[in-house]
């Protein structure tokens, strides 16, 4: 996979048939932003807007001075709690 030679971290479970169950992927940059500025963490999902109707999961950070950053972006075939 091209992101995983790069500056980024990610991660992929595959399920029946060996499709793509969940994907998330984070710039190791984003990381240390996030481990600096833990104290607002947003997380917003939106549904059913891409091709394979997957949720879109991005987490994101709120800086000190009010800027807000990209901590990493996720897609999931299915919600599930533990």
Same mark, same amino acid.
């Given at each position: 996979?091209?992101? /995983?030679?790069?500056?980024?971290?990610?991660?992929?479970? $595959?399920?029946?048939? #060996?499709?793509?169950?969940?994907? @998330?992927?984070?710039?190791?940059?984003?990381?240390?932003?996030?481990?600096?500025?833990? /104290?607002?963490?947003?997380?917003?999902?939106?549904?059913? $807007?891409?091709?394979? #109707?997957?949720?879109?999961?991005? @987490?994101?950070?709120?800086?000190?001075?009010?800027?807000?950053?990209?901590?990493?972006?996720?897609?999931?075939?299915?919600?599930?709690?533990?």
């Amino acid at each position: 996979m091209v992101m /995983e030679k790069g500056d980024w971290a990610v991660a992929v479970e $595959t399920g029946d048939e #060996n499709h793509i169950s969940m994907l @998330f992927f984070t710039h190791f940059q984003a990381i240390e932003l996030a481990q600096a500025y833990p /104290e607002v963490l947003l997380i917003n999902c939106t549904y059913r $807007t891409n091709y394979y #109707n997957m949720p879109f999961i991005h @987490f994101s950070g709120v800086t000190l001075t009010g800027k807000n950053f990209s901590i990493g972006f996720g897609f999931l075939s299915a919600e599930s709690e533990p």
